[in-house]
């Protein structure tokens, strides 16, 4: 009887626990991926966060646009940003922004990049597009690297669509897929209050 007590204890204790999380898509359209290895059926599932809205993003954000990791996102603070022909953009709203992101980011929230945003144009002059209301010139802009709070995590995808639709080379974008949360969990130092 004792053991029965410990098997149904160990039960509810761990459907509290985050062990017990639920099930979650992994993309919108696929809740699980189901392979066969060495003739045994096997699946890839995902417990945690909800899809939509922390969907797993693709490696490549848009044709043309690099992907970096943060040893390449270093090299861009230590070389674009301090010869000042580079920006690190983080997407992500300025309260989240403000309680900690990577040291040298600059905080321009994803809806700020909308085509229907009317001061998207001050925007795009800010980041070095001359004439951005009628035929911009690119040639100053600034080579930006996008990114939001992580691997599921959209709005970063989303800014760099936005801004290739407003004429933004894609050569001049780069997309940092790994985010925020990806850079504090590698223990890289954040900074607060930019």
């Known amino acids: 009887m004792v053991s029965v007590r410990c098997v149904v204890s160990a039960a ?4 509290g626990s985050p062990l017990a999380a639920q099930t979650a898509a992994i993309t919108e359209g696929a809740s699980s991926f189901s392979f066969t290895m060495n003739g045994a059926e096997m699946t890839v599932s995902r417990s945690g966060p909800s899809c939509p809205s922390s969907c797993i993003q693709p490696m490549t954000a848009a044709a043309g646009v690099d992907t970096l990791g943060e040893l390449e996102v270093i090299g ?3 070389n674009a940003v301090s010869n000042g022909s580079g920006l690190l953009v983080d997407v992500r709203m300025p309260g989240t922004f403000s309680s900690g992101s990577v040291p040298g980011a600059v905080n321009v929230p994803v809806a700020t990049f909308l085509p229907d945003n009317p ?3 001050d925007l795009l002059s800010a980041l070095g597009v001359s004439t951005p209301d009628t035929s911009p010139g690119f040639g100053t802009a600034f080579t930006l690297v996008i990114f939001g709070n992580g691997p599921d995590d959209g709005t970063a995808r989303d ?3 936005h ?3 407003a004429g933004y080379p894609a050569s001049k974008v780069k997309y940092y897929r790994g985010g925020a949360s990806s850079w504090s969990a590698l223990g890289l130092n954040i900074s607060v209050g930019q």
């Open 163 to 165: 801004l290739l639709g």
């Open 12 to 15: 509810v204790i761990a459907a």
């Open 119 to 121: 001061y998207r144009s």
């Open 159 to 161: 800014a760099i669509q």
């Open 76 to 78: 861009f603070l230590q």
